[in-house]
T-cell receptor
Framework: EAGVTQFPSHSVIEKGQTVTLRCDPI?????LYWYRRVMGKEIKFLLHFVKESKQDESGMPNNRFLAERTGGTYSTLKVQPAELEDSGVYFCASSQVAGGHNEQFFGPGTRLTVL | AQSVSQHNHHVILSEAASLELGCNYS??????LFWYVQYPGQHLQLLLK??????LVKGIKGFEAEFIKSKFSFNLRKPSVQWSDTAEYFCAVNAWGGSYIPTFGRGTSLIVHP
């Protein structure tokens, strides 16, 4: 069974440009999560989808970030326009059901560098 | 809101040395506790977890962690590390009755010299 995949693995862009990150969860997983880790700091929650609906987007830093999950399958996270402080590793995770007893499976992350 | 503190950010050991990584959390209610590991070039993966019951939890690859409720701690241990344990280790907590979104610590980078 394929795990969570993310594309691209690395992205280097200039301040002011737009970048779109993609996450493909494990097939059949209704729950999809986005996290971000800024260099040397905590992995921070961004948002949670249940199928195509945003269940919790309390961690989204500001309105330059837009996440979508049309059709409840893959998800995209767009940053527009990118700023220097958006640099970091963006992780996606999926789980079959929500709740504390359910393991989230993580993707390899996308390393975003904003110059 | 809960928070997680990992005291050691960088640990360097020789093979066969014993390992203990500290993790403390702040939250007054019932929690689930996790340790995740990210090997170089690989995905973040679950090492072990505690939900209830025996506070000494055994995980994969010989790792274990002990939940000490009175100390709000969930330290990770391994009696004898191997070069292949070189990785970054993250402690995480989520709260019962809340969103179940885990709160992560800053991570500990472990380097094991052969």
């Amino acid at each position: 069974e394929a795990g969570v995949t993310q594309f691209p693995s690395h992205s280097v862009i200039e301040k002011g440009q737009t970048v779109t990150l993609r996450c493909d969860p494990i097939s059949g997983h209704d729950n999809l999560y986005w996290y971000r880790r800024v260099m040397g700091k905590e992995i921070k929650f961004l948002l949670h989808f249940v199928k195509e609906s945003k269940q919790d987007e309390s961690g989204m830093p500001n309105n330059r970030f837009l996440a979508e999950r049309t059709g409840g399958t893959y998800s995209t996270l767009k940053v527009q326009p990118a700023e220097l402080e958006d640099s970091g590793v963006y992780f996606c995770a999926s789980s079959q059901v929500a709740g504390g007893h359910n393991e989230q499976f993580f993707g390899p992350g996308t390393r975003l560098t904003v110059l | 809101a809960q928070s997680v503190s990992q005291h050691n950010h960088h640990v360097i050991l020789s093979e066969a040395a014993s390992l203990e990584l500290g993790c403390n959390y702040s939250y007054g209610g019932t929690v689930n506790l996790f340790w995740y590991v990210q090997y170089p070039g690989q995905h973040l993966q679950l090492l072990l977890k505690y939900f209830s019951g025996d506070p000494l939890v055994k995980g994969i690859k010989g790792f274990e962690a002990e939940f000490i409720k009175s100390k709000f701690s969930f330290n990770l241990r391994k009696p004898s590390v191997q070069w292949s344990d070189t990785a970054e280790y993250f402690c995480a907590v989520n709260a019962w009755g809340g969103s179940y979104i885990p709160t992560f610590g800053r991570g500990t980078s472990l380097i094991v010299h052969p």
